[in-house]
């Protein structure tokens, strides 16, 4: 059973370990942008997204070997990552946000409009038979508000934190004190 003051701290550290996420999230989002002109820089990105459950799971370890003296439950566990990815997300929605209203001025748009819209993307449309497919999306994406797409990460991130939490727990739980030799 979970104590209020265990409770509490959990919590302060998942609010913790979740800005560090959110800046990580907000670091690879921006080489993923500027990865839309570069491919070097666009690959560091991806292998960043896939970091992502790494940098949870040695945060949690960090948790449990530090403020849980080595022990934690799966349960306990799984609480933390979601409210780590909780709170990530928040952060992270509200910085996609800022992005997207105060600073893109399009230039997502159109980066996606270009690749779409080259000799090589509108021949596999056609051959796919996919070109009014692609011209559709590529009308309603631009309808999209910024707030809409932040909501949408935002789900999409606590929905993340949801899944990824079972098996980061699972690795990481320890009920049993680590002997010193």
């Given at each position: 059973?979970?104590?209020?003051?265990?409770?509490?701290?959990?919590?302060?550290?998942?609010?913790?370990?979740?800005?560090?996420?959110?800046?990580?999230?907000?670091?690879?989002?921006?080489?993923?942008?500027?990865?839309?002109?570069?491919?070097?820089?666009?690959?560091?990105?991806?292998?960043?997204?896939?970091?992502?459950?790494?940098?949870?799971?040695?945060?949690?370890?960090?948790?449990?070997?530090?403020?849980?003296?080595?022990?934690?439950?799966?349960?306990?566990?799984?609480?933390?990552?979601?409210?780590?990815?909780?709170?990530?997300?928040?952060?992270?929605?509200?910085?996609?946000?800022?992005?997207?209203?105060?600073?893109?001025?399009?230039?997502?748009?159109?980066?996606?409009?270009?690749?779409?819209?080259?000799?090589?993307?509108?021949?596999?449309?056609?051959?796919?038979?996919?070109?009014?497919?692609?011209?559709?999306?590529?009308?309603?994406?631009?309808?999209?508000?910024p707030?809409?797409?932040?909501?949408?990460?935002?789900?999409?991130?606590?929905?993340?934190?949801?899944?990824?939490?079972?098996?980061?727990?699972?690795?990481?739980?320890?009920?049993v004190?680590?002997?010193?030799?």
């Amino acid at each position: 059973m979970i104590t209020p003051h265990e409770y509490v701290q959990l919590k302060a550290f998942a609010r913790q370990d979740g800005a560090l996420l959110a800046l990580l999230w907000v670091f690879t989002s921006t080489l993923y942008i500027i990865g839309m002109t570069n491919q070097l820089i666009g690959l560091a990105a991806a292998m960043l997204i896939f970091y992502t459950p790494f940098f949870v799971g040695g945060r949690l370890r960090k948790f449990r070997d530090y403020a849980r003296e080595g022990l934690i439950s799966f349960r306990r566990g799984y609480a933390y990552t979601v409210f780590m990815f909780f709170y990530a997300g928040v952060l992270f929605a509200v910085a996609i946000y800022i992005y997207l209203a105060f600073m893109d001025h399009g230039f997502l748009m159109s980066q996606m409009s270009k690749v779409l819209t080259s000799d090589e993307a509108r021949q596999a449309m056609q051959q796919y038979g996919m070109t009014e497919m692609m011209n559709e999306s590529l009308s309603q994406l631009a309808k999209v508000r910024p707030i809409d797409y932040a909501l949408d990460m935002l789900t999409v991130n606590i929905t993340l934190g949801f899944i990824l939490g079972v098996p980061i727990s699972l690795m990481m739980q320890r009920n049993v004190a680590k002997t010193e030799e």
